[in-house]
Every structure is written in C-alpha cells, then in structure tokens.
DNA sequence: CGTACCCTTGATATTCATCAAGCATTGTGG
DNA sequence: CCACAATGCTTGATGAATATCAAGGGTACG
C-alpha cells in the first residue's frame, strides 16, 4: 500500500495516490471573453452549436423572435410541470436544472453552460418542462415563443439538424450517465462529475482550476446519486490527499489526471 | 402489516400487498399483425413513427436506399465500437442494446422494438457505434448506409424532424431512468423495468400479460443497476404475492396495478 | 449579534452485492 | 435415446458500501 493514513473514508484515493508522482494541472476551460452589457446582435448567437451554419440573414431573421430574458440568481426560468411555452438559449451565467420524483426527492439533471439550449421541451413533444432551470449566477438567456419554431426550422432547415445533433449529444450523455450509476462506486462517480464541471466551468487560478460557480455539497450529492454526508468525507480525503481544494459552495482542482485515476479505477 | 411471511426478501411486497383486493390485468399492448414473408414495400415502413408524414412518393425514395438484414437470434447487427457505417430501422423481432465499459462491465441500454430507429449513431456525430445491438429473437431489420442519410433528410424535412422527436423520446427515459437510478430501490426499478417491458412487448395469454420474447433474470438486472441474485429473489418474492408467474427466461405479470404500488412506493 | 445556511465527523443501520452450493431444464453428442 | 454438459435459476450466509441519524462548528449575511 505504501501509504497508511487513519482517514475511514477513501479506500481509491489510498489506493490510486500511494507511489504515484504528483502532476499539476490538466484541465483547462477556454476563457470565454466577458460580454459588457449584452444588446441584441447577430454577434451573440453567432457563435452558439444550435445556429452553426446559418448566415447573417438567417440568424438576423432567428433573432427578431427571440426576447432577452434576465435571471437573477435563484431565479427560474421555467418551473417543472409549467406548460412549456418558450424554449432560450443561455447567453451568459449558469443554470441548474434539477427534476423531482413523485415523492419529492430531487435529482441534478445538468447545469447549462453559456451557448447552450434548454426547455426544449417541444422537440420531445412534451406540453410541460420535465425539470425546473434556475440560475446558479446572475445569467442572460434568450427565449423564443413556441410558436416560433415551425416556422424557424421551415425556413432555416440546418436548425433541425443542428438540435437534432444538441439531442443526440445530451443523449450520448445520459447513457453514459446511467452506465456510470450501474457500475460505479459512490467515489469514482464523484470524482467523474468534478472532472466534467472542470472541464466545462473551470477558470484557472492559482492553486489549480477552479469551478467558476457556487457548487455546495449536497449539488454534487444529486448530480452522483448519493448524499450531502458521503460527498463532504469523499472531498476531505481528496483534500488530504492533495487532490483538490474545497471550501463553502466553492472547489478547485488540483490535481486532474489523480481525480481521473480515481474515476476509471477498476470498482 | 396484515400479512405475516417469513421470506426475507420483499419488504415493498408486504407492505404494498397487505390488505389490497388482488386486481386483474390492466396491461395490454396492441396486438401486432403478423407478417408472413415480409417483402419490400411502402407498407412495411409507413407506420413507423420516423416516417410519418412522408408521402407514398417519399417512402419509395427512403425504400429505395434501404436494404433488408435478416438477423438470427443472437446475431449482432453491430458492436460498441465499431464504426458506424449504416443506421436501421427494426421491422420485426426484438433487439437488446447494450453498453460496457472499460472495466468490462455491461449495461443493458433498452430493447428495440418494431418501428424503432437503432444505430442512428450518424444523428450524434458519433464515428462509432456506442453500444451492441444483438437480436432477442430472430429478426428482421432495414439497414441504410449513412451516406444516403444527408440525402434523405434534405428532400424529406420532416425527417430530421421526427428524428430529433425519436432522440427527445430517448433522452426523456433517460433522464427517467437516472431519476429512478437515483431516488429509487431496487425493488422499485425491477417493478418499473418489468411494467415497461409489459407495456411494450407484453402479450396476452390465460395467466396475465406475458412478455413476447426470453427475457433472464441477468438481462433485468442489467435494466436495473442489480445483481441476478437480487432479481431471482425479488421474483421469487413477487411470485408468492402473485404479482408475477416467472420462469426460465420467461415472466407473466399477473398483476399491474400491484406491481405499480411496489414501483411507486415510498423509497 | 444572531440566525440561517453550509459543512464536518462519528456512530449506527440498512440495503444489497458477493460468495457458495446445489437444483432444474435444455440441448447435444455418443 | 440416454448421459452429461451447459445454462439458467434458487436460496442461504456473509460482508461491504453507503445511507441515515445525531451533534456540533464555522461563516456569511441581515
């Protein structure tokens, strides 16, 4: 084993970090240049996977339906069970969308990141939101009205392509998530799910990356299936182990590729 | 509790079933008409919901680019991995989907059914086939290449939207499943995976509404995150409550309404 | 300055996987 | 047609992973 520590939890942190060099770093987001205060122009969607292949006229002519729609933190877009009337596009922040069962435990679907599409609720053909979106920071989203859409993807075909493919990548998603529930321990889920904010919300900083949000425990306990308790030892260990910096709703990642030897440690 | 057992498995059983009048059926799926020799035609394809709204002109395009792959139970039309070159439509028979991981343990991901899309691994930008597709029972299948897909799509709209609904379906029992993965019992998720097994490939016969193909206790407990002891004595469990005739590789559900009382139980 | 919120840590309980052994049914080759 | 292997299933005993309960500490914010 090499190390012995009297830490009850971390039996793969133990395992994974005995004998093995440390190494800096790793991940690394594109910093995403900060918007002053956002006007309504081709420029801010242009840039966006949903309308990729569009040109000017096509994404002026998008644009004329859409609304701005400002999201304090805390604030909801949408709310599940609401009948679904819009679907937006996130400009600037970050949200939380979270889905309840029928006895009320709650569960993390995803956060969406800037360029996203969410409360698409009308592509699956759904009348209401299957989950709630609230924003995580003060955040900028575009909405369009329902009734919008047939005709935008009349006229502009390579949309329905376009979320055909956003679909198919939040499905790709899914499956892997469920493959990870099925066959991984509480730890190596956790270790995936600070991997994956990091590389989609992480600013460098000096002690390593940071994730660029308010993320508290018991987030990361809905996002692995698990609990506010199991996650608070697992991220004490990791500390102790040098793996990562944690704090009050905040986490920075020290060391990546040890994080990711946990995530694909064999179970 | 009403009813005194000594079988140690069961606790959502006993609870749900004490003193609730047994109650018959309530699960039927529609009875599909059999085909005897299956031939190319418009008619094989027009039902399927990926091709609604084509005309009789389109859906000679579409056949005219398909061809037929007949598969042997137990035969693969593709494996994880491989690259994905064709995408296909289920005429007849019974698929299992399935996913490992790099540890080499394996996910059951859904069964495909008649009219179900499969490896459409082109609509997710996907060079590889993510899971394996094998047949249940043996089967029939239409098979295009994915070069005829950019073709398809740009003189029938209506395609990429019907895809793009097709993927909602998918990504909604998705999320479903996570959200059961997460908040739920196992015994919950065997009543959940086995109701909707019974929904979608169920068959009426004298003793209840039995499942159209061999299904083993190893295959649910690859639906469910479980072990194939865990799911014997669930079975077991059920079997003496009624709920459920099981035996080699086959499973009658006696009766729905129970096992919807197990599945939506309080954790 | 107090109160709500987030977090930590220990002790205990529970669910369920794992291990072990054996039975039953299907299919197969002699 | 029969022996026998392979496969699927059952059931008990045990143990490990992790949830749950309980108590208290720190920190931000009104």
Redesign the interface.
């Known amino acids: 084993m090499g190390v012995s520590t009297r830490s009850r939890r971390a039996p793969l942190v133990q395992q994974v970090c005995s004998d093995r060099p440390l190494h800096k770093g790793g991940i690394c987001a594109p910093t995403r240049k900060e918007d002053g205060l956002p006007q309504i122009d081709r420029s801010l969607i242009a840039d966006a996977p949903a309308f990729a292949g569009l040109d000017a006229a096509a994404l002026d002519d998008v644009l004329s339906h859409a609304l701005p729609c400002r999201l304090p933190k805390g604030e909801a877009a949408f709310r599940q069970g609401e009948p679904a009337e819009k679907f937006f596009l996130l400009l600037h922040g970050r949200l939380r969308v979270t889905?309840l069962?029928?006895?009320g435990?709650q569960?993390l679907?995803r956060f969406v990141n800037p360029d996203d599409l969410f409360g698409?609720a009308m592509?699956?053909?759904?009348p209401v939101y299957?989950?709630t979106a609230e924003a995580a920071v003060d955040s900028l989203a575009l909405a369009w009205p329902n009734s919008a859409w047939a005709g935008m993807?009349?006229r502009h075909?390579t949309l329905?392509?376009n979320?055909?493919?956003a679909?198919?990548?939040?499905?790709?998603d899914?499956?892997q998530?469920?493959?990870?529930?099925?066959?991984?321990k509480v730890e190596q889920r956790i270790a995936g799910a600070v991997l994956r904010l990091a590389r989609q919300a992480g600013r460098p900083s000096e002690a390593g990356v940071k994730i660029d949000f308010p993320l508290s425990r018991q987030d990361l306990a809905?996002m692995t299936?698990s609990t506010l308790y199991t996650v608070s030892r697992t991220l004490s260990a990791w500390e102790a182990f040098g793996l990562v910096e944690a704090g009050r709703q905040s986490l920075t990642v020290r060391d990546a590729p040890g994080l990711q030897a946990i995530a694909?440690a064999?179970?």
């Open positions: 889905r069962n029928a006895q435990q569960i679907v698409v592509a699956i053909q759904s299957p989950g993807i009349a075909p329905a392509v979320t055909m493919r679909l198919g990548a939040r499905l790709q899914s499956q998530r469920i493959l990870d529930l099925s066959t991984q809905e299936a694909d064999e179970g």
